[in-house]
């Protein structure tokens, strides 16, 4: 991976999260609730501080920092811990109409990884890119809070209640 795409320090960063396959996963409550859950307890225990952050049917975006340690770290413990809940969910839920197609796809993308796993659930980049201006942070929070209206699931930002935009957002954000 080049340099240029690597979390360094403390920074204030953009960040990306990408299902393998572009699965619309996220379309279920009880795998939103996991992304939900997770992104708490690492503002609660790990030390991250979110500052916008939308959860779409197959990628979720966050505007991060981890003033106290590496935020690298916080980003792989998330992404591992809730590949294997989600994973699981998916895999033992008898309601899930998609599960052999979806496990299809996790194996399929589980075998191409150089740690040959038997399952990936993320894409293995995160896309980071540290904010430095005013201006660029105000054009990710824009391109994150209106990313569900471009896709055609709201018509205004605040009616998506996975994003920092919501008033009924289930995730409280830091002011930037």
Not at 65 to 73: F, K, Q
Not at 84 to 102: F, G, I
Not at 142 to 164: K, M, T
Request: glycine letters at 4%.
């Amino acid at each position: 991976m080049s340099e240029y795409r690597k979390i360094r320090g403390d920074g204030l960063y953009y960040l990306t999260f990408m299902v393998v396959g572009w699965l619309d996963i996220f379309t279920r409550p009880a795998y939103t609730n996991v992304i939900v859950d997770s992104l708490k307890f690492c503002q609660q225990k790990k030390g991250l501080e979110l500052y916008a952050y939308v959860i779409m049917t197959n990628h979720l975006h966050l505007i991060a920092s981890r003033p106290e340690g590496e935020l690298s770290y916080v980003v792989r413990d998330f992404k591992s811990f809730t590949a294997k809940q989600l994973l699981n969910s998916v895999l033992t839920n008898e309601q899930e109409s998609r599960k052999d197609w979806m496990e299809m796809v996790f194996r399929f993308h589980g075998a191409r990884t150089q740690q040959n796993e038997e399952y990936a659930f993320w894409q293995k980049t995160n896309h980071p890119t540290e904010l430095y201006t005013n201006a660029v942070i105000d054009q990710k929070v824009d391109y994150i809070h209106q990313n569900p209206v471009r896709a055609g699931f709201v018509s205004e930002a605040q009616e998506w209640i996975h994003s920092s935009a919501s008033p009924l957002s289930p995730i409280r954000v830091l002011d930037l």
